[in-house]
C-alpha cells in the first residue's frame, strides 16, 4: 500500500470518528447555533421550526449520536438572521423591550428563534435563543430613563448622541418609558444607574432557571451600603455582606417538592441617604428531574405522627440563623475515600421520590445514603461549624446537626455512636461520629443532609461549588 493510499485512509477516519460536525456546505450566512448540554437533534429541529433531515443535510452530519454539547450547526430558513446563537437565561430586571436592545435584534428576528407569543411569557431564568454578543460588559454602558427625563435629556446628561442612543436602542419615538434601559458604547460612565436604583449595579440570582432542591444564590452589588430585606416564594431571606463589602447575599434552599412553574421574588433595600427600592418578579423552576424507589421497614417507623414531630424539633434547630459564615471552601464528603476509585458508592441520592413498604410516594429523601465500602466507619466534619445537636431521634437514630452559619446545616443520622456534643465547634475533617444502623434503616449506612434556609438541598452542590 502507498504512503499516499495510508494518508486518504488516516484522513478519511479522522472525519468518520471526529466528534465535530462537518459542514457538508460553505456557511452563506445562514446563523450557527451552539448546541447545549442535553440537546439533540430532534430537539433543535423543533426549537427551529426546521426538519431533522434539514439539518442533517446543510451540516453534513455524518453520525447524529456526534452531537455534543457546544457543537456548531448551521440553521437553515431564518431569512434576516445571521450570526452566531447562544441560549441565555433572562436576568433580575430584564424585560423583552431590553433584551432586545441589548442584544440588537429587531422583535421579528426574536420570534423567529423563540417561540414565544407575548412578552408575558418572559420570566426571569426563561431560557432565550439570542445573538452572541461576546464577552461585553454592559454593566457601566448603560443608562436607566427616571420619572420626568427623555432620552434627550439623559443623553445631554451623559454627553451622549441623542440620535446614536435611538438608532443603536432602535428607539424610534421621542416617548420613552421610566425604568427602561438603553445601551451605549463608550468609557463615560457618568450619572450610570440600573433599573432598580442609581445605587445598585446589578442584582444575580443563580443558577437560572433555579431548580427543585438545589440552593439558590441572590447577590445585589451596591454602591452604598444597603438594607436588604426579602422572600423568595414567599420565604423570608436572610441577607449577609460578603468579605469584600462589594455585595449583599442571600442563600435559600428550594424544596424538592416545590411544584415547578412560577414563584415569586421580592426584594426591597434601604440606603444609609434614606433612598430606596423595591423589585417584584416572577422567577422560573425547574423540575430536579427526581426517580422513584421503594424501600421495606418497620411499620412502627412509618408512622405519621413520628414523621411529623421529628420534622418539627428539626425545624425548631435550624430556625436560630447566625450572621457568622463559619465554612470557608467547598465541603468535604464527611466519609473516608473517593469516587474517583469507588471506594465511596451511594444506596440513595437526594430527592428520590420516596415509598415505604409499598405504599404511596408522599415524600422524598433528603440526602446522600453511604454505602459502608471501606473498613473504617469514621465520619467527618464536612466544614468548620458549631454542634447544635448530638442525640438520638426515632427516624434518624443517633444523630448529629452541625450549623455552618448563614442558615447552612449538616445532619448526620444512623449513627453507632456520636463522638461529639452541643456547643462544641468543630474543623473541617475532624473525626465527629461513626456509621451505624439506628433508626429507621435498611441497614448500615451515613445519611448526610445539608439545609439551606430551613429547608433540604443536594449536597453534592455544596461539595463542588463554593457558596457564596
Not at 429541529?45 to 456548531?72: C, H
Not at 442558615?407 to 465527629?432: A, F, K, M, R
Request: hydrophobic fraction near 40%; proline fraction near 5%; charge should be negative.
Amino acid at each position: 500500500m502507498t504512503k499516499q493510499s495510508i494518508s486518504l485512509i488516516i484522513t478519511f477516519l479522522l472525519i468518520i470518528l471526529s466528534p465535530t460536525v462537518a459542514f457538508a456546505q460553505e456557511n452563506t450566512g445562514n446563523p450557527i447555533y451552539i448546541v447545549q448540554p442535553g440537546e439533540n437533534l430532534t430537539e433543535i429541529a423543533i426549537k427551529f421550526n426546521v426538519t431533522v433531515q434539514d439539518l442533517i443535510s446543510i451540516n453534513g452530519i455524518i453520525d447524529s449520536n456526534l452531537i455534543s454539547a457546544g457543537t456548531r450547526l448551521i440553521i437553515p430558513g431564518l431569512q434576516g438572521v445571521s450570526g452566531v446563537l447562544i441560549t441565555s437565561p433572562v436576568q433580575i430586571g430584564e424585560t423583552l423591550s431590553v433584551i432586545l436592545r441589548k442584544n440588537k435584534i429587531s422583535i421579528d428576528n426574536f420570534l423567529k428563534i423563540n417561540k414565544i407569543t407575548s412578552p408575558s411569557e418572559i420570566f426571569v431564568g426563561t431560557n432565550l435563543v439570542l445573538p452572541d454578543i461576546g464577552s461585553t460588559d454592559y454593566s457601566n454602558n448603560s443608562l436607566v430613563l427616571c420619572e420626568d427625563t427623555s432620552l434627550f435629556s439623559n443623553a445631554v446628561t451623559n454627553g451622549l448622541n441623542r440620535w446614536y442612543l435611538q438608532k443603536y436602542n432602535g428607539a424610534a419615538s421621542s416617548v420613552n418609558l421610566p425604568s427602561e434601559t438603553y445601551y451605549f458604547f463608550s468609557d463615560v460612565s457618568s450619572n450610570f444607574a440600573s433599573p432598580f436604583s442609581p445605587y445598585i449595579e446589578k442584582i444575580e440570582l443563580s443558577p437560572l432557571p433555579v431548580v427543585q432542591g438545589h440552593t439558590a444564590v441572590i447577590k445585589v452589588f451596591s454602591e452604598l451600603p444597603v438594607n436588604l430585606t426579602g422572600t423568595l416564594n414567599n420565604k423570608v431571606l436572610h441577607f449577609f455582606p460578603d468579605s469584600t463589602g462589594q455585595l449583599v447575599y442571600a442563600l435559600d434552599g428550594i424544596h424538592a417538592l416545590e411544584e415547578p412553574g412560577l414563584i415569586p421574588l421580592s426584594l426591597k433595600g434601604e440606603f444609609e441617604n434614606g433612598d430606596s427600592f423595591q423589585v417584584e418578579q416572577m422567577i422560573l423552576l425547574s423540575s430536579g428531574g427526581y426517580v422513584k424507589e421503594t424501600l421495606t421497614v418497620e411499620s412502627t417507623l412509618i408512622d405519621e405522627d413520628l414523621n411529623i414531630e421529628e420534622s418539627l424539633k428539626i425545624q425548631t434547630l435550624l430556625e436560630p440563623v447566625s450572621n457568622e459564615k463559619l465554612w470557608e471552601d467547598v465541603f468535604r464528603f464527611p466519609v473516608d475515600g473517593s469516587l474517583n476509585d469507588h471506594t465511596i458508592s451511594f444506596s440513595s441520592y437526594f430527592g428520590n421520590r420516596r415509598s415505604y413498604n409499598n405504599g404511596q410516594y408522599f415524600g422524598f429523601h433528603g440526602g446522600l445514603d453511604f454505602y459502608i465500602v471501606l473498613n473504617t466507619l469514621n465520619i467527618y466534619a464536612p466544614a468548620a461549624g458549631t454542634v447544635i445537636y448530638a442525640g438520638p431521634m426515632d427516624i434518624r437514630g443517633f444523630t448529629t446537626f452541625i450549623d455552618h452559619g448563614q442558615g447552612v446545616v449538616s445532619g448526620y443520622g444512623h449513627q453507632s455512636e456520636i463522638l461529639v456534643e452541643v456547643g462544641q465547634t468543630v474543623q473541617t475533617g475532624q473525626l465527629i461520629g461513626l456509621i451505624g444502623k439506628t433508626g429507621r434503616v435498611t441497614g448500615p449506612h451515613l445519611h448526610w443532609d445539608i439545609w439551606v434556609n430551613g429547608n433540604q438541598v443536594e449536597p453534592f452542590d455544596w461539595k463542588d461549588t463554593q457558596y457564596p
